[in-house]
């Protein structure tokens, strides 16, 4: 297949360069580095495979030649209000990604007759008062709060994926995604993995925002693509959960990366900002996924930690 992969130089769209063009697969990746990094794809710039369009997904975007398969993963993600590539900092884009980004992918899925598949989140459960979380779920929300920018864009994304495939009768699957780690993930991203890990590895207290009894579950990057790449290759047009279901309060989880890496610093705990009041709990139900696909995350949290120490720790200067 020939492949257009938005968002290529991001953390995940990285991953699926890789993972596709390993398979055999020609891959267009296009990215305009709003939050993407050139590093996670200076590697293949030899591979004659791989072609790289520097493109904003929301403007106007023309593929020459034919497209086989479409993977939108352009959006930032990060809900860091600190960082510079966080979606608080950039609300008018993020909004633009996943409503103008998401029609111009569509329109060249039609065009193309290819297969369309939309990176979706957990986000767009807000904070669950049902839990885990199934796909039938239709959330508890807030539209109009500073979250909302990236939450109510990927809402609004998967209901034009959705119209697209009834009324244009467009190849398309819809992907949600809770939360992923590994390799090239932004150190800066503002959720508690990396917040913790960066941490850990200087020798810092690890910061507890409220009590720690908030809940998340964490999903190494090479389970994802796993059942991404399964998913592009399915039938199956509804959305499907895509996480690791083991769930583990923010407490827990710190104890458990202090002890991976051997940091004796401890945990302090913060008050929590209320106005950017993290959801309280996380964790996707994946049944669909194990049924539909035959997936289910094999990477333990201890194994997927140690396999992203060595990138963190090279970021921060230690290696």
Not at 87 to 94: A, E, V
Not at 116 to 125: D, R
Not at 211 to 217: F, L, Y
Request: charged residues 20%.
């Amino acid at each position: 297949m020939r492949i257009l992969i938005t968002g290529a130089a991001g953390f995940l769209g990285s991953h699926l360069c890789d993972r596709l063009l390993a398979e055999g697969h020609e891959v267009i990746g296009m990215d305009n580095f709003i939050t993407g990094s050139p590093d996670n794809i200076a590697h293949l710039a030899a591979n004659d495979k791989f072609t790289f369009l520097r493109r904003d997904v929301s403007n106007y975007i023309f593929v020459p030649g034919r497209v086989d398969g479409i993977l939108h993963f352009a959006s930032p993600a990060s809900p860091n209000p600190q960082s510079p590539a966080g979606y608080f900092n950039l609300p008018i884009q993020t909004m633009k990604a996943g409503a103008l980004g998401t029609h111009n992918c569509l329109g060249i899925a039609r065009d193309h007759k290819a297969r369309f598949l939309l990176a979706s989140t957990s986000e767009i459960y807000g904070d669950p008062d049902v839990h885990p979380q199934k796909e039938s779920y239709t959330g508890n929300v807030d539209p109009i709060g500073p979250r909302a920018v990236y939450d109510e864009a990927k809402r609004f994304a998967e209901s034009l994926t959705m119209a697209y495939h009834r009324y244009h009768n467009v190849d398309t699957r819809i992907a949600r995604i809770f939360n992923t780690y590994g390799p090239r993930l932004l150190l800066e991203d503002g959720r508690a993995l990396p917040n913790m890990l960066k941490q850990a590895l200087l020798g810092q207290e690890l910061t507890i925002y409220g009590d720690g009894s908030q809940t998340r579950s964490f999903c190494y990057v090479d389970d994802l693509i796993d059942v991404i790449v399964l998913l592009l290759s399915s039938e199956e047009h509804l959305p499907v959960n895509i996480g690791n279901p083991t769930e583990l309060s923010i407490l827990q989880f710190a104890q458990a990366i202090n002890k991976i890496v051997g940091n004796k610093a401890g945990i302090r705990f913060i008050p929590e900002a209320r106005s950017v009041r993290d959801p309280q709990r996380r964790r996707p139900d994946i049944t669909r996924a194990f049924e539909i696909l035959g997936w289910q995350p094999r990477v333990s949290l201890e194994e997927g930690i140690e396999k992203t120490i060595p990138y963190f720790k090279k970021k921060l200067g230690l290696a």
